[in-house]
Every structure is written in structure tokens, then in C-alpha cells.
């Protein structure tokens, strides 16, 4: 697979990078809730992995980025909120993702880095153990029992799941000898025979079938009635812990060891090796192993063995730096490129879909791919530059697909030799294929889109589905499906979110018909959609910004707004002042934290009164109540103070004490200035020290600063 040529970091000017770094932001965010709430991924774990190292890189080259845009970037984050109708548990220790790598010479990169951290000048131990591909779950146990189990949801808050969790034979209910509090963390999955089977049964039941044993996984974990979790085969690895007690041992592998002892499954793979070149011995040894292992795994994590050491390591703000995923290669396979469909999103995008002959993919039949925009079936990428070599796709060729994960497969690469010489260059409509509307692409936007707005049917009944999808109204009983049968049925149709509220009187009004003689309903059915329907009236600011489907403003974005303006009608009279992007209110808009221009336009752009589509947000508010959202709340003995170091620290190395100021939500600041709170001091301090004295700022040394956080 040849990867797509991306202009060097080096030779980009700063718009360029803040331009590039919005765009990436906005799609990696996408890409969170997409992943980790729906369980319905949209990009591959290699795209979104290259988008997330595309933004770091970016980040290193132009530090000033984020605090430019005003927003915190996604490489800093981990999943996204959890989804409604479970109970909601916050985790005691934050559930981390990992950082990724890829190319041996990373591995190689990682322990350099980890021994430069700690000024550690020998070798030192890791472990390697399989990189399971299902889904965390954190078990915490108090006095031997079970007391809840809990998702990652967004590292912070994850869902309660102890009922299903009760169901997997592989999670103990009850320890005999284990610390008092002890958190047990690790991956549910299902075997691939189990995966097969189930499929087998939901196509002799005529059900849906699940595309892949993660899918299967989370959806047979996250199900509101335990009794169908019960009925699915899940496993459980254990591999990491969270909250305890008492430490399980001094090392991550003795640890291990005894999580194995009190009764959990641990991984049979893990081993522990003294430095990379026997990591990567090991990644080798796993991969010839992979297809035989009876359960998907898609890399090797090696985590620092010493615990003292991973504590002083500590963490970046959503990973460990004592631990890292070195991840397999992206699956590939060929076949024939059967035709184009463009199909018409929300936002009015069309997106390219190849039709494939169908081919097995690392396991999965692939029928269809993206094929992104049409520059990528062109042969270039957004900026004009060649992508594989400047060969273009045509119906009829040989391509290359190719998935990583559970995630819509991609077509990489064109096998020419193959093409039929009478085979034409693909032409992509200017027009709409729904609507006819003009198809208009911006300067600068790689997507053509329809300029059809509401009119145009795609769009309409897109935005529908957004606005009753899980993290919108999240209507129960209310479907992409239904919103399909309703939008265009004749006798009670929906169009617009505000429909959505009339149903049930215009059910009842019509003497025929009755919604309840409809096929696939039923009086119970009806009476509970019409009942989830009145329920979701009420509705938090932030879900109600997210459920109109603006371009640019995603879940972050709409609980920023939600937060800053508090109800929905200060937020309305601010986007009808801004309508020239001038004056106090758009001032006040754009300067929010983490709302940048580009959302900010895109909001006004939405909702102005001079946008016909207006209307119908002002008929839908009028059957809905606002409820406010909850405020947000951190604190920490540092948060929010800037420290500075200067002199020779003697307990760690400067980068140590920087990350753990840090990671206690301390500024470190390079001087000493007015705004500085503190300077931490050591020996042969010089400057510094006279500034701090000079500008009254306090000053302590290295064991006074280790008392103040706590060691
Ligand atoms: S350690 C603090 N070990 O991969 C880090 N994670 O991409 C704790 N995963 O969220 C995670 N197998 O869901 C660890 N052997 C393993 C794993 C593993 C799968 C998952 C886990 C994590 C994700 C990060």
C-alpha cells in the first residue's frame, strides 16, 4: 500500500500547518465518537493513526498551535463520552489508550526515549504481550467482590456494565486473598469460532450479522438487557489494574502473574524480554502466530517492567510514556472494482463508494470501499500532489483494499497492468445524484457537495438520522430505518426534526391508517415510540447544538457553545449579531476556548435568520424544553499555577519534573515573569532565583516542591 504523499512539516508556512491542523482536529473527533460510542468506526485504525501522528507532528513543528486555535488537540484525548441509558461510573485512574508504533526503528526510538527520561544509562526490561482487539473494561472489586464494572467511555467516565459483565464466565465474581480495593482492567473479545457461530445463528434468524468479532463484542457487551449479553460467548483478558490498595507486585510481569493467581485469564503470549531487539524477536514470533490464535489481536503492547520506574514515567495527557502498541500492517487484498456509486451525506458531501466483486479481507468479505473524494480517484491528494504514483481508478479495474480492524475498507492501489484498454477515466458528477442540485466544491475543500440544502433529499434525510441518533435525541424506537419508512411515507411523514414531535397527534387525528396496523408495529411498540419521543422534549443544551448536524460543530464544540452561553437563546441572539463575523457578540463567540473561526462561521452560516432552514429550527424549538448542562469541575493542589525550574534537580531528570507538573495541571514556563506562581530551585540556580526575588515570586527547593504535590 503506498501511503499518500503529505507535504514535509519543515517546508509548511504556519497558516498552512493551522489550516491542515483544524481540518485533521475536526476529523479525528469525528473519528472518537464514531469509534468509541457508536460502535460504527469510519476510519481505520492505520488512517486515523497517521491522522493522529499527522497532528502531533504538526503540533511539535508549530508549538503555538493549539493555544492559537484555542482548543485542546485530540492527541490529547482519549475516546468520547459515554453513551446514554447506562449508569455512568467515573474511573477512580484514568482508563489511557497507547501510543502506536509501527516501523521497528520506533521500538528502538521508544526505549531510548523512556531511558533518556529516567537518565537511565543500561539496559532495562520489558514486557511483550498481544495487543487484544475487543474492548477495555475496567472490573473493580472491594473485600473480594465484584462491585461494578465500568467501560472506558472518554478515559474519565465510562458506562456500567456490571450485570453484563456478571455474565462472562471469564470474570470472577468473587476473589479469595486479593487486595481490599483492587481494579482489574482488561479486554473483552470473542473467539473467532464463537464470532462464526453467532453470525450463523443471526442469518438462520434472519437478524443482522456483526462485521467483524470486535463489532460482536461491544455490541453483545453494551446491551441494556444483560439476558442477551448472557447469550453471547464472551472472553476476558486481564492486563492492566487501576485502583489499589496494595501494590500487586514490584514488577508488570509478577503483576500479571498474580492477577493470574487470583483467577483471572491473562494473556499465555506475555513474556519478558531485556530490550528491544528481543521485543521485536517477539513481535516476529507473534505475527507468524496470528492467524492461528483462535481471536483477533492487531499488534504487541511492551510495557517497562520496573513499576517504580513506570511510576516515575508517568503519563502524557491521554497515554503512558512507559508503555507502547507496536501494531501490525494494515490487511490487504485484491480484487475487481465492479463500479462508483456516489452517495450524498449529511453535510451534502459526495462520497465515492467502490463497488468491489466481494473479496476476504484479514477475514472480513469486502463488498464495498470509500474511495474518499475525486482527486483520490484521480491519483491526487487535496493539494494537486500525485497519490500512488498519479494512476487513477477506473470501473473495471484490478484495486487493492485493504482494512485494519472493523473499519469500512479502503481501495490503496491500482494494478494498471491489468487495466482493459477501453477502460475511461472516471468522470464525477457536478450535479447532485439525488437532488440535481449544483455540486460545488470550495477552494481549498477536497469534497464537492450538493448545494441542495433541505431540498435535496439525500441531505434531509441524513440530518434526520443524526438528529435521533445516539449521541443526538437518541430516540429509542427510532432508527435510521424508520427515519428511512417515515421520510417518505405519504400518510405520516417525517421530514424535519420538528416532525418528529407532531407524530403521535397526527396519529392520532388520522381515522385511518393507525400507526399500530403498520407492519413491523404494534400497540406496545407504538405507545413506546410515541413515549421515547415525549420523553426526549427535554433535552440538554449541548445534545440539542449536536442534533442539528452543523457542519464543523461535532460533540466538543456543542458542549463549548452549551457551556459559554448556557440557553439556547443567548446562543440564538449572538448568531443573528455575528451575521457579518463582526461586532461583540461574534468577538465574544470566537474567542471561547476551543471554538475556532472555521466552527464559528459554519454556526452563524447554519443558523442565521437569513438561512431558510432557520425556520424550521426556530418550529422545532417550540416543542422542546432546554435543560442546562452540567458545569465542568478539576482541581488539583498546582492546577492552573505557573512553576518554573531552574538548577540541578537531584530525584529526577528535568523532563520527569516537568511531566509531573504537568500531569497535576501546572504550567511550566521556560522564565521567570510577573505570572509566575512558583520557582522550584536547586543547586547552582542563578538568574532565575534573582528574577524570582526581584518580582516577590516564591521560591522553594526540590523536596519542598515534592511535599507540596505529594511526592
Ligand atoms: S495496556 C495504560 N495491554 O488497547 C494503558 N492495552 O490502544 C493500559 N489493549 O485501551 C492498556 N490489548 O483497550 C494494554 N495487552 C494490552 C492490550 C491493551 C489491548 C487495548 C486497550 C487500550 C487500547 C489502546
Not at 482488561?186 to 437478524?207: C, I, K, Q
Not at 531487539?277 to 517477539?282: F, I, R
Not at 470501499?369 to 484490478?398: C, F, M, P, Q
Request: charged share 25%.
Amino acid at each position: 500500500m503506498r501511503e499518500k504523499v503529505v507535504p514535509s512539516v519543515a517546508a509548511m508556512t504556519e497558516p498552512e500547518a493551522v489550516a491542515e491542523w483544524a481540518d485533521l482536529v475536526h476529523q479525528v473527533l469525528d473519528a472518537n465518537t464514531a469509534y468509541h460510542r457508536d460502535d460504527a468506526p469510519v476510519l481505520s485504525d492505520a488512517e486515523y493513526d497517521r491522522l493522529k501522528r499527522r497532528l502531533a507532528e504538526l503540533e511539535a513543528a508549530f508549538p503555538g498551535i493549539e493555544r492559537a486555535m484555542k482548543m485542546t488537540s485530540p492527541t490529547k484525548l482519549v475516546g468520547a463520552a459515554p453513551a446514554d441509558g447506562f449508569g455512568k461510573i467515573a474511573h477512580r485512574v484514568r482508563m489511557l489508550s497507547l501510543e502506536n508504533a509501527f516501523a521497528a526503528e520506533e521500538v528502538t526510538d521508544f526505549d531510548d526515549r523512556v531511558r533518556k527520561f529516567l537518565g537511565h544509562t543500561g539496559g532495562l526490561s520489558y514486557t511483550a504481550e498481544p495487543k487484544i482487539d475487543g474492548l477495555s473494561l475496567s472490573l473493580r472489586y472491594e473485600g473480594g467482590d465484584l462491585i461494578h464494572a465500568a467501560t472506558r467511555g472518554d478515559g474519565e467516565v465510562g458506562e456500567n456494565v456490571t450485570i453484563n459483565a456478571l455474565t462472562i464466565a471469564d470474570i470472577p465474581q468473587a476473589l479469595t486473598s486479593a487486595p481490599d480495593v483492587l481494579e482489574v482492567r482488561g479486554e473483552v473479545y470473542m473467539s473467532h469460532a464463537d464470532f462464526a457461530a453467532l453470525n450463523a445463528r443471526a442469518t438462520a434468524a434472519g437478524d443482522k450479522t456483526f462485521a467483524n468479532p470486535r463489532n460482536a463484542a461491544a455490541g453483545s457487551l453494551r446491551q441494556l438487557d444483560a439476558s442477551v449479553t448472557a447469550s453471547r460467548p464472551l472472553r476476558f483478558f486481564a492486563y492492566a489494574w487501576g485502583d489499589l490498595s496494595a501494590p500487586l507486585a514490584s514488577t508488570q510481569f509478577e503483576a500479571i502473574q498474580h492477577l493470574r493467581a487470583l483467577g483471572f485469564q491473562t494473556n499465555p503470549l506475555t513474556v519478558l524480554c531485556d530490550g528491544p531487539e528481543a521485543m521485536l524477536a517477539h513481535y516476529r514470533q507473534i505475527e507468524t502466530q496470528r492467524a492461528t490464535l483462535g481471536y483477533d489481536i492487531d499488534g504487541v503492547v511492551y510495557k517497562v517492567n520496573d513499576l517504580t520506574l513506570q511510576a516515575r514515567l508517568g503519563f502524557r495527557s491521554s497515554t503512558p510514556r512507559w508503555a507502547i502498541a507496536h501494531k501490525f500492517p494494515a490487511e490487504l487484498a485484491w480484487t475487481e472494482l465492479l463500479g462508483i456509486d456516489i452517495q450524498v451525506g449529511r453535510t451534502g458531501a459526495l462520497s465515492p463508494v467502490a463497488r468491489l466483486k466481494p473479496v476476504t479481507v484479514g477475514g472480513v468479505v469486502v463488498s464495498n470501499a470509500t474511495l474518499h473524494n475525486e482527486d483520490y480517484i484521480a491519483g491526487r491528494d487535496s493539494k494537486g500532489e500525485d497519490i500512488r504514483g498519479g494512476k487513477d481508478i477506473r470501473v473495471g479495474d484490478w484495486v487493492q483494499v485493504y482494512r485494519a480492524g472493523d473499519v469500512i475498507p479502503k481501495v490503496a492501489d491500482v494494478d494498471l497492468t491489468r487495466r482493459d484498454p477501453a477502460a475511461e477515466p472516471f468522470v464525477f458528477p457536478q450535479r447532485c445524484p439525488e437532488c440535481g442540485s449544483e455540486a460545488h466544491r470550495e477552494e481549498g475543500d477536497s469534497v464537492r457537495r450538493c448545494t441542495g440544502g433541505l431540498i435535496c433529499p439525500a441531505q434531509a434525510v441524513e440530518r434526520l438520522k443524526h438528529f435521533v441518533s445516539r449521541s443526538a435525541f437518541d430516540i429509542e424506537g427510532l432508527g435510521a430505518k424508520q427515519v428511512e419508512m417515515f421520510f417518505r411515507d405519504a400518510t405520516l411523514p417525517v421530514k424535519t426534526p420538528a416532525d418528529v414531535f407532531t407524530l403521535a397527534a397526527r396519529d392520532a387525528a388520522s381515522p385511518l391508517q393507525k400507526l399500530k396496523n403498520w407492519d413491523g408495529f404494534g400497540e406496545t411498540s407504538v405507545t413506546k415510540l410515541f413515549a421515547a419521543i415525549e420523553a426526549k422534549r427535554s433535552i440538554p443544551l449541548d445534545r440539542l447544538i449536536f442534533s442539528l448536524g452543523i457542519r464543523h460543530i461535532g460533540e466538543t464544540s456543542s458542549t463549548l457553545l452549551a457551556r459559554h452561553y448556557g440557553g439556547w437563546d443567548r446562543l440564538i441572539k449572538t448568531i443573528d449579531a455575528s451575521h457579518n463575523y463582526t461586532g461583540p457578540e461574534w468577538e465574544e463567540l470566537t474567542a471561547i476556548d476551543g471554538i475556532g473561526e472555521v466552527s464559528a462561521r459554519a454556526l452563524v452560516d447554519a443558523l442565521h435568520s437569513y438561512n431558510a432552514e432557520r425556520a424550521e429550527v426556530d418550529r422545532l424549538m417550540k416543542f422542546l424544553t432546554i435543560l442546562p448542562i452540567k458545569a465542568a469541575a478539576t482541581e488539583s493542589p498546582v492546577a492552573g499555577k505557573t512553576v518554573v525550574f531552574t538548577g540541578t534537580l537531584e530525584k529526577m531528570t528535568r523532563a520527569e519534573a516537568k511531566a509531573r507538573a504537568e500531569a497535576l495541571g501546572a504550567k511550566v514556563a521556560g522564565s521567570v515573569s510577573a505570572k509566575t506562581d512558583l520557582l522550584i530551585a536547586g543547586p547552582g540556580a542563578g538568574s532565575k532565583a534573582k528574577d524570582a526575588e526581584r518580582l516577590g515570586v516564591r521560591m522553594i527547593d526540590e523536596d519542598a516542591w515534592l511535599a507540596l504535590i505529594g511526592g
